[in-house]
Structures are given as C-alpha cells and as structure tokens.
C-alpha cells in the first residue's frame, strides 16, 4: 500500500491559517470515514488531534478541524500560535482492513 | 485513564528476530472494541503502520511487512507483543504501541522506544 500523500511543508505567521491536505484514493481516504490527523513534537509520541475526519477529541483546541472532499482530506489550523510547529500526519482506513499514514508534514510558525 | 509503555532489547543484530511488548495499564486490554496496534518511525522520517490486533486475536498486516510480522496478545498479563523476524538496518526505529478503535483514531500512545539493528 502507498503512504497517503501529504505536502512535506507549510508554513505561517501567528494568528494566520493554515491546511494541510491529505490525498489519497478511493480505496482509502474516499472511501471511508477513518480519517485521523496526529500531531508530533520533535522527540515526542505523536498526538491525537482529529478522528474520524471531523471530530476533536477532548482537550484538542477549536482552532484545529477536518474535512475531507473525495479522496483528500484537510487539517485547519486556524488562529496559529508557536506552540502549534510541530509534524503532522494523517491517517486512514484502507480496503483490506489495513491501516496507512501519510508521509507527513512540517508545520513552521513564521 | 489508559497507559501503555513499550519494553524490549533496544539492539538487534541483522537477521534476528526483534521482540517488544507493550503492557497497558488503567484499563482492561480485553474492554471495548479496540485494536491495539504497533507503529514506527525511522530517524528523521515519518509513521508506518505495522500491524494490529483485536481482542479475539484476529490480526491485520502492513501488507510490505506481513511476511516478517507477528502480533500476539496475552490478556493475562494485559499485554501485547510484535514479533519482526529478519531484521536489516532498514528495521532500525522508534517503535511505539497504540489502542485503535474505528471510532476514535490511536490514542493513547505508548512514549516509544528505540531499536537499533547493528551487529
């Protein structure tokens, strides 16, 4: 199976947005509602920020949410702050009762 | 609320057999519809799933490594163990262990732990 594709970095100034895309296949990202976005700081175990496309989970700031359009799916971060520069990666369900994460992405705080 | 913590050799020589285990703690391992799953991550790179096992000990494989994984699970010590046989350089990682459920991604994650292969 094949990482999902993710850009390898973005950027912004504080208090900008950002989104971070995720595209896969219809056999992944498109075809299911399993999509999960982690956030990892250098030296850290990754960090739940987004399940099931949409939902956040407990503790998780409003300022990050997700959609998904076709085979893509979006991590927003709005309202962006220093402590949010950190590695972010997506994750779905694929045919076959596998799993697969995307190739990541570098988040800098300008 | 539910921890997990990754224990084994933190150095493999090539062609062996790499052995973790993840214990949890604050929780049943065998409560709710969970898979509990192991994931890596080479220096400097990004995440690759391993594989994962539910409960019932059904198991499902990352398709480039299924021939060298075996996940098993030992409910009596609420634990679960991975298994990578014929390791390279190229298995060197962070391994971390993490609960997966359909509904609610992985979380928690175990800290990790470092496995070099290296004669």
């Known amino acids: 199976q094949s990482a999902l594709t993710q850009p390898a970095s973005v950027s912004g100034s504080p208090g900008q947005s950002i989104t971070i895309s995720c595209t896969g296949t219809s056999s992944d990202v498109g075809g299911y509602n399993y999509v999960s976005w982690y956030q990892q700081h250098p030296g850290k175990a990754p960090k739940l920020m987004i399940y099931n496309v949409i939902n956040r989970p407990s503790g998780v700031s409003n300022r990050f949410s997700g959609s998904k359009s076709g085979n893509t799916a979006s991590l927003t971060i709005s309202g962006l702050q220093a402590e949010d520069e950190a590695a972010y990666y997506c994750?779905?369900?694929?045919?076959?009762?596998?799993?697969?994460f995307g190739g990541g992405t570098k988040l800098t705080v300008l | 609320q539910v921890q997990l913590q990754e224990s084994g050799p933190g150095l493999v020589k090539p062609s062996q057999t790499l052995s973790l285990t993840c214990t949890v703690s604050?929780?049943?391992?065998?409560?709710?519809?969970?898979?509990w799953s192991w994931i890596r991550q080479p220096a400097g790179k990004g995440l690759e799933w391993i594989g994962r096992?539910?409960?019932?000990?059904?198991?499902n494989y990352n398709p480039s490594l299924k021939s060298r994984v075996t996940i098993s699970v030992d409910t009596s010590k609420n634990q679960f163990s991975l298994k990578l046989s014929s390791v390279t350089a190229a298995d060197t990682a962070v391994y971390y262990c993490g609960r997966y459920s359909s509904g609610g991604g992985f979380d928690p994650w175990g800290q990790g732990t470092l496995v070099t292969v290296s004669s």
């Open positions: 096992i539910y409960t019932s000990g059904n198991t």
């Open positions: 994750n779905s369900f694929t045919t076959g009762n596998t799993l697969v």
């Open positions: 604050g929780g049943s391992i065998s409560s709710g519809s969970y898979y």
